[in-house]
């Protein structure tokens, strides 16, 4: 849902600077990311406040002290948390880290993970398999399956949204 960034309404960003992987900034920036070349170029590479495994954060300080790289994982994550969603902590932790792709696949940037992220991460593992991976050329009947998801909605956050 966070991807209706990319219509007029929401803002009208282009494709590349709401859709992708995630990654931490105000640390160094690990190998494991995509095109990891292209951060020679971004200043923070070069400043020596940010170009260590730590960087401004301290070990196991929690990813929700960490400052993510924007996307649609990011802007869901606001919505949920600004509306009152009452989504577990773990489907909070998916919305937010679904496209943190070195965390979840590589296994980096876990030192700044504190206890209830690596209960979450669990959680996240299971999600991935049902997230990229598992589409269908099947066309799904819409109206057959609304009410189930229109009822996990209406469980889990409030009428009207502010976006």
């Known amino acids: 849902l966070g991807k209706v960034?990319?219509?007029?309404?929401?803002?009208?960003?282009?494709?590349?600077?709401?859709?992708?992987?995630t990654f931490p900034?105000?640390?160094?920036?690990?190998?494991?990311?995509?095109?990891?070349?292209?951060?020679?170029?971004?200043?923070?590479?070069?400043?020596?406040?940010?170009?260590?495994?730590?960087?401004?954060?301290?070990q196991g300080c929690g990813l929700n002290n960490v400052m993510m790289s924007w996307g649609h994982d990011d802007y869901m994550y606001m919505v949920a948390k600004e509306n009152g969603s009452t989504l577990p902590s773990a489907g909070q932790?998916?919305?937010?880290?679904?496209?943190?792709?070195?965390?979840h696949t590589a296994g980096e940037y876990a030192h700044?993970?504190?206890?209830?992220?690596?209960?979450?991460?669990?959680?996240?593992?299971?999600?991935?398999?049902?997230?990229?991976?598992?589409?269908?050329?099947?066309?799904?009947n819409i109206e057959k399956v609304k009410p189930y998801y229109m009822s996990l909605i209406e469980k889990y956050f409030p009428e009207n949204l502010r976006w």
């Not at 960034?5 to 992987?21: E, R, Y």
């Not at 095109?35 to 020596?48: A, G, I, R, S, V």
């Open 25 to 58: 900034v105000g640390c160094a920036f690990d190998e494991s990311n995509v095109h990891h070349k292209y951060f020679l170029e971004n200043p923070d590479f070069h400043n020596k406040a940010y170009n260590t495994k730590t960087g401004i954060y301290s």
């Open 5 to 21: 960034m990319t219509l007029p309404q929401f803002g009208g960003l282009p494709q590349w600077a709401v859709v992708g992987d």
């Open 93 to 103: 932790f998916i919305i937010r880290y679904h496209s943190f792709y070195p965390l």
């Open 112 to 140: 700044l993970m504190n206890e209830e992220d690596k209960e979450n991460l669990k959680w996240l593992h299971v999600f991935n398999k049902y997230n990229l991976h598992s589409k269908s050329k099947v066309q799904i």
